[in-house]
C-alpha cells in the first residue's frame, strides 16, 4: 500500500526571479507536482469528472520552510509521505531535496499540506465527503522512519 513518493525534476527558468532564484511559491507547485505523481503511481483519480459532478481535493492547510536555495538548471527530489489518511482528508509531508554535483543532496525546503475529498454542490458551495474505500485501501500512513528527516541530508 503506497504511502510515500518521489518526484524528480529540474528547476525551469520560468521558475527563477530576477536574482536567479527559484521564486517561493513555485515551491507549493512542486508539493503539488508530486501529490498529483502519487495520486498517479496509487491508481487514484486526483479530480473525478463525471456529468453532474465534480469530486477533487482543495486545500486546507499548506506550508513550506525554505531552508536553501533552489536556482535554474538544478535537478530536485520531491519526497511526499502520508503524515495521516483521516475520515475525510489527507495530512502529506514534503521534502524538497536539491542534487548537488558531489552527488549529495540538500534538503532545499520542508512541507506540509492537507487536503480535503470535497464535491461540488449544485449550487457552487464545496461539501466535503468521506474517503472511499477504494482510496483508503490504496494510501495509507507512512511509518514514523519514513516521516525522519534522512541521515547525512
Known amino acids: 500500500m503506497p504511502y510515500e513518493h518521489t518526484s524528480t525534476r529540474r528547476i525551469e527558468f520560468s521558475e527563477t526571479d530576477m536574482a536567479g532564484l527559484v521564486h517561493f511559491s513555485n515551491f507549493f507547485k512542486y508539493m503539488e507536482t508530486a501529490e498529483r505523481d502519487f495520486f498517479e503511481a496509487a491508481g487514484v483519480d486526483l479530480i473525478r469528472t463525471k456529468p453532474g459532478e465534480l469530486v477533487g481535493w482543495p486545500r486546507a492547510r499548506a506550508e513550506?520552510?525554505?531552508?536553501?536555495?533552489?536556482?535554474?538548471g538544478d535537478t530536485i527530489d520531491i519526497h511526499l509521505a502520508v503524515k495521516s489518511v483521516k475520515d475525510r482528508a489527507i495530512d502529506y509531508q514534503f521534502r524538497i531535496f536539491?542534487?548537488?554535483q558531489d552527488g549529495s543532496r540538500t534538503q532545499a525546503g520542508k512541507g506540509h499540506m492537507t487536503t480535503i475529498l470535497a464535491q461540488l454542490c449544485e449550487d457552487g458551495a464545496l461539501k466535503s465527503v468521506e474517503l472511499p474505500e477504494h482510496v483508503r485501501a490504496r494510501i495509507t500512513e507512512a511509518p514514523a522512519e519514513v516521516l525522519q528527516r534522512p541521515k547525512g541530508v
Open 98 to 100: 536539491r542534487h548537488n
Open 64 to 72: 513550506c520552510k525554505f531552508s536553501a536555495p533552489l536556482r535554474f
